[in-house]
C-alpha cells in the first residue's frame, strides 16, 4: 500500500447526508466518507520524509481563520464535485507552503473541499438546478488547525490518519 503525507484543514459538513440525498439519481460516483472531508493545502506524497515534514512545519507561522464553506462547484475535466471555501487568505497560505518546500504552485488555486468523484452525471439539467439550489447556501465549516495527515491508498479507497496538529 503506498502511503502519501499532505498538510489540510478539517472540514465539518452541516447534513452531508442529506447533501447525499439531493443528489442522488441526479450523479453517480464514489462519495468522499465523512471522516476524509478536508481542504488539502499542500500536497507532499512521499516526496519527503515524515520528520523533515514535522520539523520544517513546526516552524511554520500561519495565521487561518475559521471560514464559512458554502455553495458548490464541479470541475468536470477531473470530474469532481467540490463544496466552495470563503476565505480569501487561503491562497497565500496554499504560496507559502509551496515556496517553503520547492513545490510547483497552480496558476489559479481554488480552495475546495472533494465531495464525491463523480463517474456519471444522469441528468445534467438536474444536476445543475441542484448546484443552483445550493449556490449560496451555508454547508459547514473549516477549520483553523493544520493537520499533517498520512494518507494509505487501498483497493477501496485512501484511509487517512492524523499525523500532527499544529
Same mark, same amino acid.
Request: charged share 30%.
Given at each position: 500500500?503506498?502511503?502519501?503525507?499532505?498538510?489540510?484543514?478539517? =472540514?465539518?459538513?452541516? @447534513?452531508?447526508?442529506?447533501?447525499?440525498?439531493?443528489?442522488?439519481?441526479?450523479?453517480?460516483?464514489?462519495?468522499?466518507?465523512?471522516?476524509?472531508?478536508?481542504?488539502?493545502?499542500?500536497?507532499?506524497? @512521499?516526496?519527503?520524509?515524515?520528520?523533515?515534514?514535522?520539523?520544517?512545519?513546526?516552524?511554520?507561522? =500561519?495565521?487561518?481563520?475559521?471560514?464559512?464553506?458554502?455553495?458548490?462547484?464541479?470541475?468536470?475535466?477531473?470530474?469532481?464535485?467540490?463544496?466552495?471555501?470563503?476565505?480569501?487568505?487561503?491562497?497565500?497560505?496554499?504560496?507559502?507552503?509551496?515556496?517553503?518546500?520547492?513545490?510547483?504552485?497552480?496558476?489559479?488555486? =481554488?480552495?475546495?473541499?472533494?465531495?464525491?468523484?463523480?463517474?456519471? =452525471?444522469? @441528468?445534467?439539467?438536474?444536476?445543475?438546478?441542484?448546484?443552483?439550489?445550493?449556490?449560496?447556501?451555508?454547508?459547514?465549516?473549516?477549520?483553523?488547525?493544520?493537520?499533517?495527515?498520512?494518507?494509505?491508498?487501498?483497493? @477501496?479507497?485512501?484511509?487517512?490518519?492524523?499525523?500532527?496538529?499544529?
Amino acid at each position: 500500500m503506498k502511503k502519501r503525507l499532505f498538510l489540510a484543514l478539517p =472540514v465539518i459538513i452541516d @447534513d452531508y447526508e442529506a447533501i447525499q440525498n439531493d443528489f442522488s439519481g441526479v450523479i453517480n460516483g464514489r462519495w468522499t466518507p465523512p471522516e476524509n472531508l478536508h481542504l488539502t493545502l499542500s500536497f507532499y506524497g @512521499d516526496k519527503f520524509e515524515q520528520d523533515e515534514l514535522l520539523q520544517r512545519l513546526s516552524d511554520l507561522k =500561519v495565521e487561518i481563520e475559521s471560514s464559512i464553506i458554502r455553495g458548490f462547484g464541479y470541475f468536470e475535466k477531473r470530474k469532481i464535485l467540490y463544496a466552495n471555501i470563503e476565505n480569501s487568505t487561503l491562497s497565500s497560505v496554499y504560496e507559502t507552503l509551496n515556496t517553503l518546500f520547492d513545490l510547483p504552485t497552480k496558476n489559479v488555486f =481554488v480552495p475546495h473541499v472533494t465531495l464525491m468523484r463523480v463517474k456519471t =452525471v444522469v @441528468d445534467k439539467d438536474a444536476f445543475h438546478e441542484q448546484l443552483d439550489l445550493y449556490k449560496k447556501k451555508k454547508i459547514g465549516l473549516l477549520g483553523s488547525s493544520l493537520e499533517l495527515i498520512e494518507s494509505e491508498l487501498h483497493p @477501496d479507497g485512501a484511509r487517512y490518519s492524523l499525523v500532527k496538529r499544529f
